[in-house]
């Protein structure tokens, strides 16, 4: 099973600061990786798939990057809506799995 | 739009059953594999199964597997969780997904608001 490992796993950050999030994967998943975020009480949303392309209707402030197994979520000049936690996923084989979780917070 | 309905979750008793249903609308249902993912309170996302389009294949998560079962009715757009033996760590709020193809394409475009499902011991 491919395990899925993000760091940091919370991260203190102001408005306009440039926010980075890793996820390691223990073996290679190409660019099958998506990264999501959710609000408290709320579903998780897609952000990025294939590791860098950026859903549809989502800030182009929002990117990915990496391949095999080191990625990375770069949130530019972080906005008020971003303080949340954010996830990565693997879709490369089963079972599909997500990383821990890394919560934003001012 | 994706739109996606969970529903028939509560408190149960360990050791009991439960069904949960997520209706599916804004799509064509069959055309999409469908996944069902819990997050235990204060936890982390947890992938438990997947179904496709077709429903001829399913997977499960090693944690569920022989005790909780996929499946679809695609004349009713309906998702489904058979969940059976259910244990303390079962309880979770449990959220459909959309998957972005009928059958070797899971990330999660569309989620559905989910349902809490608490197992007491």
């Known amino acids: 099973d491919i395990q899925m490992t993000q760091s940091p796993s919370t991260l203190s950050a102001s408005v306009g600061d440039r926010v980075t999030i890793t996820c390691r994967a223990s073996?290679?998943?190409?660019?099958?990786l998506a990264w999501y975020q959710q609000k408290p009480g709320r579903a998780p949303k897609l952000l990025i798939y294939t590791a860098s392309s950026l859903e549809s209707g989502v800030p182009s402030r929002f990117s990915g990057s990496g391949s095999e197994t080191e990625f990375t979520l770069t949130i530019s000049s972080l906005q008020p809506d971003d303080f949340a936690t954010y996830y990565c996923?693997?879709?490369?084989?089963?079972?599909?799995?997500f990383g821990g979780g890394t919560k934003v917070e001012i | 739009e994706a739109q996606l309905l969970e529903s028939g979750g509560g408190l149960i008793q360990s050791g009991g059953s439960l069904r949960l249903s997520c209706a599916a609308s804004g799509f064509t249902f069959s055309n999409y594999a469908m996944n069902w993912v819990r997050q235990a309170p204060g936890k982390g996302l947890e992938w438990v199964s997947v179904?496709?389009?077709?429903?001829?294949?399913?997977y499960y998560a090693a944690s569920v597997e022989g005790r909780l079962t996929i499946s679809r009715d695609n004349s009713k757009n309906t998702l489904y969780l058979q969940m059976n033996s259910l244990r303390a760590d079962d309880t979770a709020v449990y959220y459909c997904?959309?998957?972005?193809?009928?059958?070797?394409?899971?990330?999660?475009?569309?989620w559905g608001q989910g349902t809490l499902v608490t197992v007491s011991s």
């Open positions: 073996q290679s998943v190409s660019s099958w």
């Open positions: 996923q693997q879709y490369k084989s089963y079972p599909l799995a």
């Open positions: 997904a959309k998957s972005c193809s009928a059958s070797n394409c899971h990330r999660f475009d569309a």
């Open positions: 179904i496709s389009g077709s429903g001829h294949y399913t």
